[in-house]
């Protein structure tokens, strides 16, 4: 749809016969453009609109307009343990602990019933971290690793694998992209395979530390 251009104008200046035809022509030549006719060719370059005048606007900084029409904050959240958590010797797989919530956009996580998971708030692509030190008995010898893990089975990432003498410490990192469906959760898992007892350092807000944030439908 082009502009509206008066409709016989000439008709309608002082002196001419009335007639309410020309009128009506021009009425609906307006109608014309007002219902369904606004496009580029007929709005202002520069002009914009109020985000705030639109159907449902939240006034809430953490939140977009998604292409289904609605408004939606990207789903996150950022964990860490408080305490130091142990990890038995002899071949065991303990899952971590997280009872403390730096940040938790979309209730994704419970710091008392089952803290060691995160719950997938809404189905898309996530970015998972995790990054923690652990304290060991130096010489020891064994298969140790952390895996993080998608509904306690999938494994999404592993980190550290010592099969030669261990240090006293070692900072382990985590991180991984991967798609989720809404209610899914992720956790973490230690399996120590050596003789001594493996502990996490607890050293806020550093280690432990367990994160998913939303990226992307």
């Given amino acids: ?18 007639d309410v035809s020309q009128v009506l022509a021009n009425f609906q030549a307006i109608q014309a453009i007002l219902n369904g006719g606004i496009d580029d060719n007929n709005i202002r370059s520069t002009a914009a609109i109020n985000p705030s005048k639109l159907l449902g606007y939240p006034s809430d900084v953490t939140k977009a307009l998604r292409g289904d029409g609605s408004w939606q904050g990207n789903p996150y959240c950022l964990l860490i343990h408080s305490v130091t958590q142990t990890f038995p010797s002899g071949s065991t797989t303990t899952t971590l602990n997280f009872d403390t919530e ?19 708030a809404r189905a898309g692509i996530y970015l998972g971290l995790f990054a923690a030190i652990l304290n060991c ?21 592993q980190t550290v694998d010592w099969a030669q003498a261990q240090p006293t410490a070692q900072r382990v990192v985590a991180v991984c992209i991967f798609s ?6 992720l956790d973490v898992a230690y399996f120590n395979g050596t003789s001594a007892n493996v502990t996490t350092s607890a050293s806020s807000p550093s280690s432990p530390v367990f994160s998913a944030a939303y990226i992307a439908p």
């Fill in 1 to 18: 749809m082009g502009l509206y251009n008066i409709v016989n104008a000439a008709s309608m200046v002082a002196g001419q016969p009335e």
């Fill in 102 to 120: 730096r940040v938790d956009a979309s209730n994704m996580h419970d710091p008392v019933t089952n803290n060691n998971r995160i719950t997938i």
């Fill in 180 to 185: 989720c469906a809404a209610g899914d959760y």
């Fill in 137 to 157: 008995t130096a010489g020891v010898v064994g298969l140790s690793y952390i895996r993080m893990r998608q509904n306690g089975t999938s494994y999404l990432d």
